[in-house]
């Protein structure tokens, strides 16, 4: 995946900014819920590094961009950084962690069942697994770069099956950000509206991928063009965590693993 996809949203460009603090908030709302040895899964260029940092008593990163990796390991160069596919997280013995944060990943993993189970095997017992992923009822379009949504219902059902305990939250927003989201929701109404052969449905994948990263950057540059201030006056403050809700961004849950007898 190029760095400079839509996907991998960037704190630099500045029409990607109210998606950049939505990423950023879940790293705040992580805090409260850090400790011990913590793991990152994807970490992507480090957004929330600096947040989990004061929190932990060790930090390991993977992720499978190795340019990533390598900056990374230059900047903090008292943790530990690791560049790999997985799942399967193959060197990574059992019962390693406390605390498991895997932000707007699952999405992209093919088999989300052994992402899971894998989550659950590397936790120590008690220890804690923090997860975001789009909430699909809010999803505007198809992300050719993800291999599925969910629902709330849906990834409970998966983590259920490997956790005693999930906790099932959301992201949201104030009225800055709900304004955002309604504007971006007309915006891509009308490109769709020009989609006469409809190939946001037809077009496989690694196809999609080219008309998707074209149109998406247009329309955030649009959105910004159209209404500057809002556009940049959104930080992760305007972001909140509150209970399970059809209309959250993003679900936001919590996994625990069973304390051993």
């Known amino acids: 995946m190029s760095l400079f996809t839509t996907e991998i949203t960037s704190d630099k460009i500045a029409s990607d900014n109210p998606l950049h603090h939505r990423l950023l908030s879940a790293y705040v709302f992580s805090q409260k819920y850090i400790r011990g040895d913590v793991l990152e899964l994807g970490c992507g260029e480090g957004r929330g590094i600096d947040i989990i940092l004061k929190k932990s008593k060790s930090f390991t990163a993977i992720d499978k961009i190795k340019s990533v990796i390598e900056k990374l390991s230059l900047k903090y160069e008292d943790d530990i950084f690791i560049s790999s596919n997985f799942p399967p997280l193959s060197d990574i013995e059992d019962n390693s962690f406390d605390t498991v944060i895997s932000f707007q990943v699952i999405e992209h993993i093919k088999d989300d069942a052994k992402y899971i189970s894998e989550i659950e095997r590397i936790l120590r017992p008690g220890g804690i697994?923090?997860?975001?992923?789009?909430?699909?009822?809010m999803t505007l379009t198809r992300n050719p770069w993800h291999e599925r949504e969910y629902t709330s219902e849906e990834l409970n059902n998966l983590c259920s099956r490997y956790f005693y305990q999930v906790d099932i939250l959301g992201i949201s927003g104030n009225s800055k950000v709900i304004k955002y989201y309604n504007q971006n929701?007309?915006?891509?109404?009308?490109?769709k509206r020009l989609d006469i052969f409809n190939l946001e449905k037809a077009l496989p994948n690694f196809i999609y991928r080219i008309p998707y990263e074209f149109l998406n950057r247009i329309n955030r540059n649009n959105l910004q063009n159209n209404d500057k201030d809002l556009v940049s006056d959104i930080t992760y403050r305007d972001y909140k965590l509150v209970n399970d809700d059809p209309n959250n961004l993003d679900l936001f849950f919590i996994l625990r693993k069973k304390l051993d007898k």
């Open 129 to 137: 697994a923090l997860i975001t992923t789009p909430n699909i009822k």
């Open 185 to 191: 929701l007309e915006s891509v109404k009308r490109f």
